[in-house]
C-alpha cells in the first residue's frame, strides 16, 4: 500500500486518545484461518449468527488469513461457521460475546480426497478466547439477573470488582472521576453535590430489569476508552430477539425485614416500606429485521423522618427539646391566622416519600448484514423529600443581626433547627422533584472486510429543583432575648418555620450532547483506530438563598 495513503490513519491513531471519550456499545469477533498444512487462508466465508434474532455478520479472511467482524451485537448465543472451497468447513457454537471485550477464534480448515463433512465444535477455552484490552470485570445478564441486589443501583454489582472500594470508588479515586454511559449516553452525576454514581437523586434512572450487560474498565489501552481517571463504566440495555419475552416484576420491603436485636439489645423498629413494581417486553416486529424492548418500573419508598427532636410537653416519642408546646402553638397559630399560612407540625413528623417512574424504549434494525442501527430513549421522573437545612442562614458575613440587645453573626445560628433546644415545623422541610431523559442513535457499518465505522449521537438532559411543601414563605427564626424560656440558653434561637432559607430558586439543569465517530481500518493482524468525539455540556445553578 502506498505509504502517503497510510500517513491520514497513522495521525488520526495518534491524536485519537486525546479526541475519545470511554464509549463501548458493542463486541466484536477476530481470528485466524489456515490450512492443515499452516498455509494462511484467503478469502473464507465466515459467518456469524446471534442466534436469538438472527442478526447476521458476514466478512472474509485477508491475504495472511486474518479476520475482523466489528461492531456486533453482545450476548448470544452465536453460530459462527468458517468456510472454503475444498475444505470442510467448521462451526462455533454457544458462542457469548461480552462488552467491549473482542472474540478471538483461530481455526484451521482441513482437506480430505473423500466427502468433505462439516465439524462442528463447541466454543471453549481451547478453542477460542477473548483477548483482553487492559484490568475489566464484565456482568453478563444472567448474573445481573441472578446476583443480590439491595437498592437495584448499578454499585450493587460494580462494587465486586475487584479494584473497588466502595460501589463507586475504583483505585482508590474518587467516584467522581469515573465516566458512567448508558447505551453510549452520559449518565453522570455530573454536578456532583452527591456521591452518587447517577443523577436523579439516588435512584437509578433507568432499571437494572432493562440492563443486559455491565463492563467496569480499570485501565484500558482501548483507544476508543478515556475521559476517566477512576473507572470507565459502559452498562448496555437489552433488545428484543425473535421471541416474544417478557417480565413482571415486584419488590416490597417493610421495617419486618430488619433485624430486631442486636446481642441482648432488643431494637424498636421504625414503620417504614419500599414498594418497587414493573414490567418488560420484547420481540421482533419484523422477524430477523427489526426488533423492539420496551421496560417500565415504579417505585415508592416511605422512611421515617429524620427530625426526631420533640417539645417539652409533647405526648409524642422522641429526643427531647427545649422548645414549649404552647410557644409552638402560638406560633403556628398566629402565623395561620394573620398571614394564612400552615407551618405543619412539630411532632409526629410525617415519613419522607420518595416517588419516582421511568421509562426506556429501544428499537434495533438490521438494515443489511452491513448496517445496524439502534435508537434508544429512556425517561425517568422522580422526587424525594430532605429535612430543613439544620443551622446556616443566607447571606453569611453580610453583617450581624441585633434582637432587643443581643447581636450574633448571620454566619451561623446558634442552635440547629432541630435541637435539644429548638423546633422547626415540618412544611420547612423541602423536596427536590429530578428529571432524567436520554437518547441515542447508533449506526454501525462495515463497508468491507477491511473497513468499518460507528456513528453514534447521544443526549442527555438533568433537571432537579427544589420545592417546599407549606409554598413560599419567609424563613422566621424566634430567640429568647431575655433568657426566659426553660432550658434554652439566653440569646439562642427556639422555634423555626417558613420556607428552608435554601430552597427558593434553587435549580440545577445539566444538559449533554455527544457526537462520537470511530473509524476502523484492519490490516492484518493490526487495527488502526481514527476517531473524533464532540461533547458539549450546558450546566446551569440557580442558587439564590434569601
Not at 473497588?164 to 453535590?193: E, K, M, P, T, V
Not at 427530625?307 to 429526643?319: C, I, K, Q
Not at 461533547?535 to 434569601?546: D, T
Amino acid at each position: 500500500m502506498n505509504l502517503k495513503r497510510l500517513l491520514p490513519f497513522f495521525f488520526f491513531a495518534l491524536i485519537s486518545p486525546f479526541l475519545a471519550q470511554s464509549q463501548v456499545t458493542t463486541s466484536s469477533i477476530t481470528g485466524f484461518v489456515k490450512a492443515d498444512n499452516g498455509t494462511p487462508l484467503e478469502g473464507a466465508t465466515i459467518t456469524a449468527i446471534h442466534q436469538p434474532s438472527g442478526t447476521k455478520y458476514v466478512t472474509i479472511s485477508k491475504k495472511d488469513g486474518n479476520f475482523t467482524i466489528p461492531n456486533t451485537r453482545i450476548g448470544g448465543p452465536y453460530q459462527i461457521t468458517i468456510e472454503f472451497v475444498g475444505y470442510a468447513p467448521k462451526t462455533l457454537n454457544d458462542v457469548n460475546l461480552n462488552l467491549g471485550l473482542p472474540f478471538t477464534a483461530d481455526v484451521t480448515l482441513s482437506t480430505s480426497s473423500t466427502t468433505l463433512q462439516e465439524v462442528t465444535i463447541s466454543a471453549g477455552a481451547n478453542s477460542a478466547a477473548r483477548a483482553k484490552t487492559g484490568a475489566a470485570t464484565v456482568f453478563n445478564s444472567r448474573q445481573i439477573s441472578t446476583l443480590p441486589s439491595i437498592s437495584r443501583s448499578i454499585t450493587d454489582f460494580t462494587r465486586l470488582t475487584p479494584q473497588a472500594s466502595s460501589g463507586n470508588s475504583f483505585a482508590g479515586r474518587d467516584g467522581r472521576f469515573n465516566n458512567l454511559q448508558i447505551d453510549g449516553a452520559n449518565l453522570n452525576n455530573n454536578f456532583g453535590l452527591s456521591t452518587d454514581p447517577q443523577p436523579g437523586g439516588g435512584a437509578s434512572p433507568i432499571s437494572i430489569d432493562a440492563y443486559d450487560e455491565i463492563s467496569v474498565n480499570i485501565a484500558p489501552y482501548d483507544v476508543r476508552q478515556s475521559g476517566f481517571t477512576g473507572a470507565g463504566l459502559n452498562v448496555i440495555t437489552k433488545s428484543g430477539t425473535n421471541t416474544f419475552h417478557g417480565t413482571a416484576y415486584g419488590f416490597y420491603r417493610n421495617e419486618k425485614y430488619n433485624g430486631k436485636h442486636v446481642g441482648d439489645v432488643d431494637l424498636t423498629q421504625t414503620p417504614q416500606t419500599n414498594k418497587v413494581y414493573g414490567a418488560s417486553l420484547g420481540g421482533p416486529i419484523i422477524k430477523n429485521k427489526l426488533f423492539f424492548f420496551a421496560n417500565a418500573e415504579w417505585e415508592n419508598k416511605s422512611v421515617p423522618n429524620s427530625n426526631t427532636f420533640v417539645p417539652a410537653g409533647s405526648s409524642a416519642s422522641g429526643l427531647p427539646s427545649a422548645a414549649p408546646v404552647d410557644s409552638l402553638n402560638k406560633f403556628r397559630d398566629a402565623l395561620k391566622t394573620k398571614y394564612g399560612y400552615d407551618a405543619g407540625v412539630y411532632d409526629n413528623r410525617p415519613n419522607y416519600v420518595t416517588k419516582n417512574h421511568k421509562f426506556l424504549g429501544k428499537i434495533d434494525w438490521n438494515i443489511s448484514n452491513k448496517q445496524k442501527l439502534v435508537l434508544k430513549y429512556s425517561d425517568f421522573q422522580g422526587s424525594d423529600q430532605s429535612p430543613l437545612n439544620g443551622s446556616s442562614v443566607p447571606n453569611s458575613g453580610a453583617g450581624g443581626f441585633t434582637i432587643r440587645g443581643i447581636s450574633g453573626s448571620l454566619s451561623r445560628l446558634p442552635n440547629n433547627r432541630n435541637s435539644d433546644q429548638s423546633i422547626g415545623f415540618a412544611n420547612s422541610d423541602y423536596a427536590t422533584e429530578h428529571v432524567v431523559k436520554s437518547g441515542t442513535l447508533e449506526l454501525n457499518s462495515s463497508f468491507n472486510s477491511r473497513i468499518s465505522n460507528q456513528l453514534l449521537l447521544a443526549y442527555t438532559h438533568i433537571n432537579d429543583i427544589r420545592t417546599s411543601p407549606g409554598g413560599i414563605f419567609p424563613t422566621i427564626e424566634i430567640f429568647d432575648a431575655d433568657g426566659t424560656v426553660p432550658g434554652v440558653t439566653k440569646g439562642r434561637n427556639y422555634m423555626s418555620a417558613g420556607t428552608d432559607p435554601f430552597t427558593r430558586n434553587n435549580e440545577v439543569i445539566n444538559n449533554v450532547a455527544d457526537l462520537t465517530e470511530n473509524f476502523t481500518y484492519y490490516a492484518g493482524r493490526h487495527t488502526l483506530t481514527a476517531g473524533a468525539t464532540y461533547e458539549y455540556q450546558k450546566v446551569g445553578n440557580a442558587f439564590m438563598g434569601g
